[in-house]
């Protein structure tokens, strides 16, 4: 297939990207690199612009036939969202119903959406499936479960076929060590908690009151690999899915912030300092998936389930790449 990605320059983008040409499609990416890296995709169609740039995207649907597209690009930041909700209103929603607009104008009417877990908020139940509350506590969540609702009723009205892939917490790095995750402030856990390994600045823990076991935020850590797997699989499985389909990408197995730095420091064989901090506003306390959907659905089974196998592949990228994709 001819394929639109937006932000496919990003961090689960480029991975994405590589994983759809061995699968033989021909992705062409739309990133305005504001967090997405040129060199991630380095040899690959690259047009630099707006996603939610009605004109450019008129041309590039005009000029290119495109089957269907991955939409990767967004604000994706929870403590960012809290705090600047207009934009992450403006950048995930609106932006991305100009882009409906102008798909359903051109005819292109398929669409797989990178969502978030974010859209669950505070667990009801462990691990949750697609049928769990959708309550979320952040406006990027929030953000996220708006454009699927879009989604479900551009199907009933125009037959606009989509799945939304709610990932749990993206990590790891691509099997080769050559695509990682580079994002500048960096805020996520397990690249802050290596380079704390490189650096022995201690890692920030935000949050250690919480109902968990040892009081940290859990989450359901995703090799990365295996979330472009299930990119892949989702777009070859909307036109026998039909709808406008939901399903949650994650391991099933949650693990405490305490836990993540325990083993970073097993496998990098470094102290990594830890220095304890409130709550970062709009955490939830646990987040796990069940996938059992996405298993049944597309066939999806990760092959990097291990929190090991996620944190080798991103060391050997932190330590390769210590100032991102520039050194
Ligand atoms: N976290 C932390 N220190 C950091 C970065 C993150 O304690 O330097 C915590 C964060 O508060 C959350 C968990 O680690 O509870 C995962 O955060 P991350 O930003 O990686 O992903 P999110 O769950 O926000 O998508």
């Known amino acids: ?21 061995e699968a033989g499609h021909e992705p062409i990416v739309l990133d305005d690199l504001s967090a997405g890296h040129r060199e991630a995709v380095a040899g690959m169609e690259l047009v630099v612009g707006d996603f939610g740039e009605r004109a450019l995207l008129r041309d590039l649907l005009g000029s290119k036939k495109i089957d269907a597209v991955v939409h990767f690009a967004a604000s994706s930041l929870v403590g960012e969202s809290v705090q600047r909700p207009g934009e992450y209103y403006r950048n995930n929603l609106e932006r991305s119903l100009a882009l409906l607009d102008v798909l359903r104008e051109r005819g292109v ?54 799945v939304s892939l709610r990932y749990f917490n993206a990590a790891g790095a691509s099997a080769d060590g050559s695509l990682g995750e580079v994002h500048d402030p ?41 979330l472009a797997d299930g990119h892949v699989r989702a777009l070859e499985s909307l036109e026998r899915m039909g709808g406008a389909s939901v399903l949650n990408l994650g391991n099933g197995a949650g693990f405490s912030v305490l836990q993540v730095i325990e083993a970073a420091r097993r496998i990098t064989g470094k102290p990594i300092p830890i220095r304890k901090a409130s709550r970062r506003p709009g955490d939830p306390e646990s987040l796990v998936a069940s996938s059992g959907r996405a298993r049944r659905e597309i066939g999806w089974t990760p092959r990097f389930p291990g929190l090991e196998s996620i944190l080798e592949t991103a060391w050997r990228f932190a330590r390769t790449h210590p100032h991102g994709y520039r050194s």
């Open 1 to 21: 297939m001819r394929l639109l990605v937006t932000g496919g320059a990003g961090f689960i983008g480029a991975v994405t990207v590589r994983r759809l040409c």
């Open 109 to 162: 009417m398929r669409l797989v959406l990178s969502s978030t877990a974010a859209v669950y908020g505070e667990p009801v139940v462990i691990p949750m499936d697609e049928e769990h509350p959708t309550r979320p506590t952040n406006p990027y969540g929030e953000t996220k479960l708006a454009l699927e609702k879009a989604l479900r009723w551009y199907h009933a009205a125009y037959g606009f076929a989509s």
């Open 186 to 226: 960096e805020t996520h856990l397990v690249p802050n908690v290596l380079r704390a390994a490189l650096t022995d600045d201690p890692v920030p823990v935000f949050g250690t009151d919480y109902a968990t076991h040892d009081g940290t935020a859990v989450r359901d850590y995703v090799h990365v690999e295996d």
